[in-house]
């Protein structure tokens, strides 16, 4: 829910610039490629805020890890398609950093599986706008930034999958934890009062030698249970 949450504020503010950025280039107000970045964000904006209803009862689905990634391309892809003067290739626009960020979110999902579908999309990502930079002619990095950006995508994605592993389990342990004391509670209460119980488990629990405190204790007997009793096995 807080990475969606966090989606939404960032498309919202990415949709303020795009339009901001459009008011700037009245000549690409006529051209699609003008208009697609904020077709992606409002497209990506409108599946966050179904998916926020969705996830209140549900888990989140691998298609939401490859989100971020189909949005960062939205708003990347078209200057690699029609490159300005100012666009020296994928490697150094703004947007294609995003991608590691999107790996790096994808760790607090506390899922593995949704941690390497968000690196295959953003990878996948990043690679179209590399092909697209050849074939428009434009730089596609020299070698030193390759490595560059492979060691990072490894490192982050480690990262992530560290952390999707970590937060995983503990909350396991929390939720096991939760529910062995509630057996435990439940077990203890069928010999015992339930306050008694409670108090047992709690964290100041049982001091030994016990404490002084104020009781009234009633004695009752049964009519005729000792005879009766006495006729039992």
Not at 70 to 89: E, F, M, N, Q, R
Not at 138 to 159: N, Q
Request: glycine share 8%; aromatic share 6%; with cysteine.
């Amino acid at each position: 829910v807080s990475i969606a949450r966090t989606r939404l504020a960032v498309v919202a503010i990415a949709l303020t610039e795009e339009f901001i950025w459009l008011g700037m280039r009245p000549d690409m107000r006529s051209q699609i490629l003008g208009w697609v970045p904020i077709l992606a964000l409002a497209v990506g904006g409108a599946l966050t805020v179904h998916s926020l209803r969705r996830l209140r009862t549900q888990a989140p689905r691998p298609g939401s890890a490859a989100l971020d990634a189909a949005l960062i391309l939205g708003v990347a892809l078209p200057a690699a398609l029609a490159p300005d003067a100012d666009y020296t290739g994928a490697f150094h626009h703004p947007p294609s950093m995003f991608f590691l960020v999107a790996i790096a979110a994808a760790g607090h999902r506390m899922s593995r599986t949704l941690v390497r579908v968000s690196v295959a999309a953003n990878v996948a990502c990043i690679l179209l706008l590399l092909a697209v930079d050849a074939k428009m002619g434009s730089k596609a990095g020299r070698i030193d930034e390759w490595i560059l950006w492979i060691m990072a995508f490894i490192g982050v994605s480690m990262i992530a999958d560290g952390f999707a592993l970590r937060a995983r389990r503990l909350a396991t342990y929390a939720a096991q934890s939760v529910l062995t004391a509630e057996r435990t509670r439940q077990a203890l209460g069928v010999y015992v009062s339930e306050e008694v119980a409670e108090e047992a488990l709690s964290q100041r629990g049982l001091t030994p030698g016990g404490h002084r405190q104020a009781v009234a204790v009633l004695y009752a007997d049964l009519r005729g249970y000792a005879s009766y009793a006495n006729q039992l096995p």
